[in-house]
């Protein structure tokens, strides 16, 4: 069995004591080739030496000392994609984020309004015409490139993350952790460039909601895409 070993930072953060659920997955998903389902069996740890134990051609696992953290598998997932809503409108549904204030995890890498100016993705989607559509500007910094210029996987990862949440938690202060997050690179996602970033729930069943998520230029050309199960924590 092939093992190396990965560190998720402390700026890579969701909840303020593990790591933001795109963004494991991202990392753990780096170590297979094309499309990827990522299962989060337990808050991933930040600061931690990790080891990635690759069990077969197949499947990749994370795991802290003897813990099961995440694993992850090759997958194909269809999904009807909305058409993408322009960078202006998604502007203008970003003006309607309903977590400016009362954020349930305020530092979140992906969605945290409380993180210092251009530290995290600053996605803030809000609802375009309604909650059936949600939406907001992206513009990578430079130090989420590779050498490239292209963003990294799993920063593209991070951002089809926490925009799901807020599709399925609407206006509601909903506290849901991800579970499962599918999730495609269609296309290398190239920085200097403002992208749109929206959501849409797909169905719910039981604590368990479903969202899909995309990424799009503003010629809206799909550039990567992602659906999401998350788990509701409220009784």
């Known amino acids: 069995m092939q093992t190396a070993t990965l560190i998720i930072p402390q700026?890579?953060?969701?909840?303020?004591?593990?790591?933001?659920?795109?963004?494991?997955?991202?990392?753990?998903?780096a170590f297979l080739t094309g499309p990827a389902?990522?299962?989060l069996h337990k808050p991933p740890p930040l600061g931690t030496e990790l080891q990635i134990k690759h069990g077969d051609a197949s499947s990749v696992d994370m795991y802290?000392?003897?813990?099961?953290v995440a694993s992850a598998v090759p997958c194909q997932f269809e999904m009807n994609i909305p058409t993408p809503p322009?960078?202006?409108?998604?502007?203008?549904?970003?003006?309607?984020?309903?977590?400016?204030?009362?954020?349930?995890?305020?530092?979140?890498?992906?969605?945290?309004?409380?993180?210092p100016a251009h530290d995290g993705l600053e996605l803030f989607p809000?609802?375009?015409?309604?909650?059936?559509?949600?939406?907001?500007?992206?513009?990578?910094g430079e130090d989420m490139l590779d050498a490239d210029g292209n963003v990294r996987s799993e920063i593209v990862w991070s951002a089809l993350d926490c925009p799901g949440y807020f599709a399925i938690a609407r206006e509601r202060k909903l506290h849901a952790?991800?579970?499962?997050?599918?999730?495609?690179?269609?296309?290398p996602v190239k920085g200097g460039q403002t992208m749109v970033v929206f959501s849409w729930p797909i169905e719910?069943?039981?604590?368990?909601?479903?969202?899909?998520?995309?990424i799009a230029r503003e010629d809206?050309?799909?550039?990567?895409r992602s659906r999401s199960t998350w788990i509701s924590l409220d009784p």
């Open 220 to 224: 809206g050309t799909i550039l990567a």
């Open 11 to 29: 700026r890579f953060n969701g909840p303020p004591s593990s790591g933001n659920g795109g963004y494991s997955c991202g990392r753990l998903a």
């Open 64 to 68: 802290e000392g003897d813990m099961l």
């Open 37 to 39: 389902k990522v299962r």
């Open 204 to 214: 719910e069943a039981g604590r368990k909601s479903y969202a899909g998520t995309a």
């Open 126 to 140: 809000g609802p375009v015409d309604d909650w059936g559509l949600l939406a907001c500007p992206w513009t990578p």
């Open 177 to 187: 952790l991800l579970g499962e997050l599918e999730g495609e690179l269609m296309q």
């Open 86 to 115: 322009s960078p202006a409108r998604a502007r203008d549904a970003s003006t309607r984020f309903a977590r400016y204030q009362d954020h349930v995890f305020d530092t979140c890498f992906v969605c945290g309004p409380g993180r």
